[in-house]
């Protein structure tokens, strides 16, 4: 079982930053891979950023260049910087972690970009 926690959503204006944080506790050594999603108002959630255990990186286009995942071993923690919001970033930001084939996911932290 793996145990996921974010912290660092909140209300930012266009152009701004903010920088998420998701402390993983629990089976960390079983964990593949980690990353970030996000579902806004009416749209599906989806995947916007994911570290795997070798430490590669992918994003979707929607972020690409504005969004950084990165991660500290040793707190057994994921970050999500986030320059240059958008409104359109408006979510609710999920961590996730996959663990064999099994998914867990953080419960979630609003952030409000707004214009």
């Known amino acids: 079982q793996v145990s996921l926690v974010e912290s660092g959503g909140g209300l930012v204006q266009a152009g701004g930053s903010l920088r998420l944080s998701c402390a993983a506790s629990g089976s960390i050594s079983s964990i593949n891979a980690m990353g970030w999603y996000r579902r806004a108002p009416g749209k599906e959630r989806e995947l916007i950023a994911r570290i795997s255990e070798g430490g590669m990186t992918n994003y979707a286009d929607s972020v690409k260049g504005r969004f950084t995942i990165s991660r500290d071993n040793a707190k057994n923690t994921v970050y999500l910087q986030m320059n240059s919001l958008k409104p359109e970033d408006t979510a609710v930001y999920y961590c996730?972690?996959?663990?064999?084939?099994?998914?867990?996911w953080g419960q979630g932290t609003q952030v409000t970009v707004s214009s």
């Open positions: 996730n972690a996959l663990s064999w084939g099994d998914d867990y």
